[in-house]
Protein backbone atom coordinates (compact mmCIF):
# COMPACT_ATOMS: atom_id res chain seq x y z
CA UNK A 1 0.00 0.00 0.00
CA UNK A 2 3.06 2.36 1.03
CA UNK A 3 4.09 1.80 -2.91
CA UNK A 4 0.69 4.02 -3.75
CA UNK A 5 2.59 7.55 -2.06
CA UNK A 6 4.73 8.55 -4.47
CA UNK A 7 2.17 8.46 -6.98
CA UNK A 8 -0.19 10.30 -5.07
CA UNK A 9 2.18 13.08 -3.91
CA UNK A 10 3.84 13.55 -7.45
CA UNK A 11 -0.15 14.30 -8.95
CA UNK A 12 -0.60 16.35 -6.04
CA UNK A 13 2.60 18.38 -6.81
CA UNK A 14 1.28 18.88 -10.50
CA UNK A 15 -1.57 19.71 -9.22
CA UNK A 16 -0.10 22.18 -6.92
CA UNK A 17 1.92 24.00 -10.22
CA UNK A 18 -1.43 23.85 -11.95
CA UNK A 19 -2.86 25.94 -9.26
CA UNK A 20 0.48 28.31 -8.84
CA UNK A 21 0.18 28.91 -12.59
CA UNK A 22 -3.58 29.54 -12.68
CA UNK A 23 -3.17 32.37 -9.89
CA UNK A 24 -0.25 34.10 -11.62
CA UNK A 25 -1.85 34.07 -15.24
CA UNK A 26 -5.24 35.34 -13.81
CA UNK A 27 -3.15 37.90 -11.58
CA UNK A 28 -1.83 38.83 -14.92
CA UNK A 29 -4.63 39.31 -16.58
CA UNK A 30 -5.65 41.56 -14.32
CA UNK A 31 -2.83 43.57 -14.50
CA UNK A 32 -4.03 44.03 -18.34
CA UNK A 33 -1.84 41.50 -20.36
CA UNK A 34 -3.35 39.38 -22.89
CA UNK A 35 -2.70 36.83 -25.12
CA UNK A 36 -0.86 34.41 -22.77
CA UNK A 37 -4.60 33.27 -20.59
CA UNK A 38 -5.53 29.84 -21.05
CA UNK A 39 -2.88 29.61 -23.69
CA UNK A 40 -0.79 26.57 -23.80
CA UNK A 41 3.07 25.79 -23.82
CA UNK A 42 5.82 28.53 -22.02
CA UNK A 43 4.87 31.28 -19.72
CA UNK A 44 7.24 34.38 -19.29
CA UNK A 45 6.89 33.97 -15.67
CA UNK A 46 9.97 37.14 -15.42
CA UNK A 47 6.88 39.39 -16.85
CA UNK A 48 4.90 38.45 -12.90
CA UNK A 49 8.12 38.76 -10.91
CA UNK A 50 8.77 42.24 -12.90
CA UNK A 51 5.20 43.60 -12.12
CA UNK A 52 4.98 41.82 -8.32
CA UNK A 53 6.64 44.35 -6.85
CA UNK A 54 3.96 47.39 -8.03
CA UNK A 55 1.06 45.29 -6.81
CA UNK A 56 2.43 43.86 -3.32
CA UNK A 57 2.46 40.41 -5.10
CA UNK A 58 4.95 37.33 -3.37
CA UNK A 59 7.72 36.12 -6.11
CA UNK A 60 7.34 32.64 -4.27
CA UNK A 61 4.42 31.38 -6.94
CA UNK A 62 7.03 31.98 -9.39
CA UNK A 63 9.70 30.61 -7.94
CA UNK A 64 7.83 27.47 -6.47
CA UNK A 65 6.49 26.01 -10.05
CA UNK A 66 9.84 24.81 -11.67
CA UNK A 67 10.80 22.56 -8.50
CA UNK A 68 7.39 21.32 -7.70
CA UNK A 69 6.71 20.77 -11.43
CA UNK A 70 10.17 18.47 -11.63
CA UNK A 71 9.33 17.04 -8.03
CA UNK A 72 6.17 16.19 -9.00
CA UNK A 73 7.44 14.14 -12.28
CA UNK A 74 10.17 12.38 -10.50
CA UNK A 75 7.78 11.00 -7.45
CA UNK A 76 5.01 10.18 -10.29
CA UNK A 77 7.45 7.81 -12.27
CA UNK A 78 9.04 6.41 -8.94
CA UNK A 79 5.33 5.67 -8.29
CA UNK A 80 4.18 3.75 -11.81
CA UNK A 81 7.53 1.97 -11.31
CA UNK A 82 6.40 0.93 -7.98
CA UNK A 83 2.74 0.50 -8.71
CA UNK A 84 3.03 -1.09 -11.84
CA UNK A 85 4.03 -4.96 -10.37
CA UNK A 86 1.16 -4.78 -8.28
CA UNK A 87 -1.19 -3.67 -11.30
CA UNK A 88 0.70 -6.70 -13.50
CA UNK A 89 -0.73 -9.43 -10.71
CA UNK A 90 -4.63 -7.83 -10.56
CA UNK A 91 -6.20 -9.96 -13.14
CA UNK A 92 -9.09 -8.06 -15.18
CA UNK A 93 -9.89 -10.58 -17.98
CA UNK A 94 -10.16 -14.47 -17.74
CA UNK A 95 -9.48 -16.54 -14.72
Known sequence: MLSFVPLIVGFLSICAVLVLDTIIKIRMRRTGETGQFLRGGAYDYG??????????????????????????????LVGFALVEPQIAKWKFFGP
Open 47 to 76: SYLKVRRQYGWSPWLAYWIAPLFIVGLLLT
